[in-house]
């Protein structure tokens, strides 16, 4: 039941934002790393266990957007962030007070980790085509 309720909480994370302030459609799907004879293969996440490696992907409304907007998302707690499929996103490490690249941000006198990563924000452009962003992390 848990990995059900991990599942939940993980899809219902990512929110967005216009200039304006409406809303975006947000598609958010769950994957989960599987070896194969012939490699790692994704797979839709049904259930989840401790030490799966996942991938968060979030898609908006296809084509490129009207309007610059930001994706962020929440990493859930039970997750251990370990990159984005996009160098350009900005990691928070306290809870989204202060953003920046995860090798800038610091806990006390150390680099940031990964792993203490909470939060994640992708700037969207106006020439922005791809229509999704994506992160992996590992289950807790």
């Known amino acids: ?3 059900i309720l991990l599942i939940a909480s993980i899809l219902f994370m990512a929110t967005a934002a ?3 302030g ?3 459609s947000i598609q958010r799907s769950v ?5 194969q004879a012939d490699g790692i293969a994704l797979e839709p996440a049904n259930t989840l266990s401790r030490g799966d490696r996942v991938v968060l992907v979030m898609q908006w409304d296809g084509g490129k957007p009207a309007r610059p907007f ?3 998302s929440r990493v859930p707690e039970t997750l251990s962030y370990q990159r984005s499929g996009d160098d350009r996103v ?5 809870g989204g007070r202060r953003w920046g690249q995860l ?3 610091r806990q006390g006198q150390r680099a940031a980790q990964p792993d203490e990563v909470t939060n994640l924000r992708w700037r969207i452009g106006t020439n922005d085509s791809s229509g999704m962003r ?5 289950v807790r």
């Open 1 to 3: 039941m848990r990995s």
């Open 103 to 105: 090798g800038e941000l």
């Open 31 to 35: 994957f989960v790393e599987t070896t």
């Open 134 to 138: 994506s992160f992996s992390a590992i």
């Open 90 to 94: 900005e990691v928070s490490v306290d």
């Open 18 to 20: 216009t200039a304006t």
């Open 70 to 72: 930001t994706l962020a």
């Open 22 to 24: 409406s809303a975006l």
